[in-house]
Every structure is written in structure tokens, then in C-alpha cells.
């Protein structure tokens, strides 16, 4: 085992899964470790009075009416909730993820994380938000050929497999001086950051990372002329 094995040795992944990695770039266990988060979204749950109209944020309360879902046509629905934030009863919406009911009872604590409209007092669902979920989490560069939560899935598997196997590039010398972390350290942080500040000295790692990667490759790319010479 090593990082420059195919994709195709994760289990799950067959011929279609390898082609629509290979179209994002995707082409080894090193590329998909590498495979960063392009933004993310701070999930932690916020209260009524810190957050703007039309901002995304969790909110946690206690579902106070049954959930009602109405469906229209085939793959369109709606599903509806009230939940009760203290003393603040706010309207929730899913659109057509209707087995969301399912996860949804009266008296329930939950929390939602949507697109909150102070004006009206709702909140668009977008997910439920587990007990288990980080605050901090990624979002990655998908396509129609393969889902965002399917490169979710096969990062960690990667991470998990073959996290040993990870070697630092950057000296040891520069790490501490610019008080970086290892590789190994900074791939987790980059796709699994528990907090901002984590995602933060992840990405900054990251940006050495590259630098030094790229010389180690020029480095190489001028032995093997120096050799055919």
C-alpha cells in the first residue's frame, strides 16, 4: 500500500465511480487526500439574536406542532414543522426531502441547519443536523457523475487506510518556526475540522505543503534531465 495507489482499491469504487474521480482530478489515494474542501460552513447552533435575515445557521429548539407533508406530483413535496426556540416559534420548510417526516416528532429536540428569513420568521431546511456532526465541516467540488456525500465517504475511508503512510515535505525546522502542522495532521484538519481556528492553521499548512511539494518535484524533474543528458 502507498499513496500513489488508484482510487479503484477503496471499496465501493468501480469503473463509473474511477471515471467521474478522474474527471475532478482525481486519479490516486495522494490526489484524493489532497482533494481539499473549497469553502465551509459553520453549522454550530446560534440563537435568534445573533444571526442576519437570509443567513445560513443551525438552529436547535423543541418541534412543536406535528409535521405535515404535502406532495405534489411524483418527486415534489413540502414538509412543514413548527419549532419552538424559547419563548420564539419559527416556521420550518423542506422541500422535496420528504423522508425527513420520518426524523421529525412532537416535543422532539432538534436542530436544523437552513436559511434562516427573519422578516417571517421560518427557516428553510437544508438538514437535519446529528448530535455527532462537527461544527465546521467542508464542502467539496462534486459533479453529476458523483455526489458531494460520495467524495465525503471515500475521503475518510482514504484517510483511515492510509493515514500512515502519510510523510511529512515540509522540514521539521520550518514547521516550528512558522508553527505549522505535520502532514498528516493538516490532511485530517483540512477535511475534518472540528472549529474554524482548526480549518485555519489546517489551510495555512497546506499553503507550505505546496510550496515545498513543487520544488521536491522540480527538484526531481531536473535530476531525471541531468540523467538523459
Do not use: C
Request: charged share 30%.
Amino acid at each position: 500500500m502507498n499513496l500513489g495507489d488508484s482510487v479503484g482499491v477503496l471499496r465501493g469504487v468501480g469503473p463509473k465511480k474511477i471515471q467521474a474521480l478522474n474527471k475532478l482530478g482525481v486519479n490516486t489515494i495522494e490526489d484524493l487526500l489532497t482533494f481539499y474542501p473549497f469553502r465551509y460552513n459553520d453549522i454550530a447552533v446560534k440563537s435568534l439574536e445573533e444571526i442576519n435575515s437570509q443567513e445560513k445557521v443551525t438552529l436547535k429548539g423543541i418541534v412543536a406542532s406535528e409535521p405535515v407533508l404535502v406532495r405534489f406530483g411524483r418527486k415534489k413535496s413540502r414538509l412543514n414543522f413548527k419549532l419552538l426556540i424559547n419563548h420564539d416559534v419559527i416556521s420550518v420548510t423542506f422541500f422535496n426531502q420528504p423522508w425527513i417526516s420520518k426524523q421529525v416528532t412532537t416535543g422532539q429536540e432538534l436542530a436544523v441547519y437552513g436559511k434562516y428569513d427573519a422578516l417571517r420568521q421560518s427557516l428553510s431546511g437544508i438538514k437535519i443536523i446529528s448530535r455527532k456532526t462537527n461544527d465546521f465541516v467542508g464542502v467539496y467540488r462534486s459533479s453529476k457523475d458523483i455526489k458531494e456525500s460520495i467524495i465525503k465517504q471515500l475521503v475518510k475511508q482514504a484517510y483511515d487506510e492510509y493515514n500512515s503512510y502519510i510523510k511529512d515535505v515540509v522540514p521539521e525546522s520550518i514547521r516550528i518556526k512558522y508553527r505549522l502542522e505535520n502532514r498528516k495532521q493538516m490532511i485530517h484538519d483540512m477535511h475534518f475540522p472540528s472549529t474554524k481556528k482548526e480549518a485555519d492553521l489546517a489551510r495555512r499548512s497546506a499553503i507550505f505543503d505546496e510550496i515545498f511539494s513543487f520544488e521536491a518535484g522540480l527538484q526531481l524533474l531536473k535530476r531525471d534531465n541531468h540523467k538523459n543528458m
